[in-house]
């Protein structure tokens, strides 16, 4: 079973800047696309970003240009900066496979409040 393990959410400021991780048990890592999910509150979860295996990213409209998606096969770890964050962007964030393939973990919450 793949173990997902989220962290870097904290409280920060319309405007600041944050960035999080996710260390992914999978042996094969580097053979799957990846993506950040997020679910705000009495929303559902959708996805924020993608990343192939060739480290091609791709954004949502309201995530292009802020959000950068990066991964480090090595570590086993994908990586999600985020900077001007919104209030909108306040959610719990999720990574996963892309599409969604393992069982997902506890994420880590986001919010962006003055």
């Known amino acids: 079973q793949v173990r997902l393990v989220e962290s870097g959410g904290d409280l920060v400021q319309p405007g600041g800047s944050l960035r999080l991780s996710c260390v992914v048990s999978e042996k094969l890592f580097s053979l799957y696309g990846l993506g950040w999910y997020r679910q705000g509150p009495g929303a559902e979860r959708d996805l924020v970003a993608s990343i192939t295996t060739n480290s091609d990213p791709a954004y949502t409209e309201s995530t292009k240009g802020r959000f950068t998606i990066s991964r480090d096969n090595a570590k086993k770890t994908v990586y999600l900066q985020m900077r001007n964050l919104k209030s909108e962007d306040t959610a719990v964030y999720y990574c996963?496979?892309?599409?969604?393939?393992?069982?997902w973990g506890q994420g880590t919450q986001v919010t962006v409040a003055s």
């Open positions: 996963n496979s892309r599409p969604a393939l393992w069982e």
